[in-house]
């Protein structure tokens, strides 16, 4: 453990570095912070803190800079709990009002509002589809043998399969056939939707069992191929930072965002409320080993279905970021629910 004195320089050194992303000087934490205590005292301390692996030298005459040990230090020991202002949530409310109509816009802009209040990329881990309901299901006329198969989701999700057209089956046997589904299955969640429900709409409306095995078949499809999606906004933000005007590192980090299963991966679904913080080789993946990532869950009646994260530099705002999460983890669920989710 770190004595206080230790802690406030240490402490002071991270934000400082965090505003100016320059090496930090003895001289210029005696300056700028009122610690009582002498630039050659601060100096003193500042090399027992690099000694115990809290900070870094980049270069013999520079300055010291936090290292992930450090940061890490930081996150749980040092930070006080803040909340994001009344004028952020007000803006937060007002964007949902202005730019989400359906509810895959509502994960779309809080991307677009995580990324721009943190000035890096962010990701927002959609529900499962099998918690989604099932809104209407449509037949469309393709060709002379053929129609589209058209089932829509309560969260706006479309999928689409084309299916022959039993023999002797017209568009207004279809469209009833379309009816007795819709009648039958609106707002009932994918994982509740059995074989049996379609056997029961098939003995009340009798049909070739063609047509319901093809609706059937579009619907496992839903589950099994699309079952979540993450939502990824700010990614040009990088470039904006210090620590990425490497070119290499740039396209290596943008090259581990670009594969799906790591974005999936990366994210660690748990149920408690906090925000969880993982830093540098705490990362699993290389390409995200010299940036951290601060991510929340959200929840739907008491239940965990998804989360929302922020990926930046090490030297990311942790107060500001945390406090950003720690608000959209309680009403991100309150925003779905007036969709219907």
Known sequence: MLDERKRKILQAIIEDYVSTAEPIGSRTIARKYELGISPATIRNEMADLELLGYLEQPHTSAGRIPSAKGYRFYVDCLLSPHRISENDIVMINHWYQAKARRVDEVFQETAKILSRMTRNVSLVLAPPVDQCTFKYLQFLPFDEQRVIVLIVTNTGLIENKLMEIPEGTSLQDLQRI????????????????K?????????HILPDPAVVDGALEVIRQIVSEKNQKVYMGGAAQLLNQPEFRD?????????????????FDIFQMHDSDGVVVTIGGENKYSGIQNCSMAQATYRIDGQVVGAVAILGPTRMEYAKIMAVLDFMHSHLGEVLK???I
Not at 195 to 203: M, V
Not at 247 to 263: H, I, P
Request: glycine share 4%; net charge negative; proline share 0%.
């Open 178 to 193: 379309a009816a007795a589904f819709n009648d039958r299955l609106y707002g009932v969640s994918f994982d509740q939707i």
């Open 195 to 203: 074989k049996s429900l379609f056997q029961e709409i098939q003995q």
């Open 247 to 263: 070119v290499d590192k740039v396209q290596n980090l943008l090259a581990t965002l670009e594969e799906e299963k790591v974005l």
């Open 338 to 340: 007036k969709y219907g």
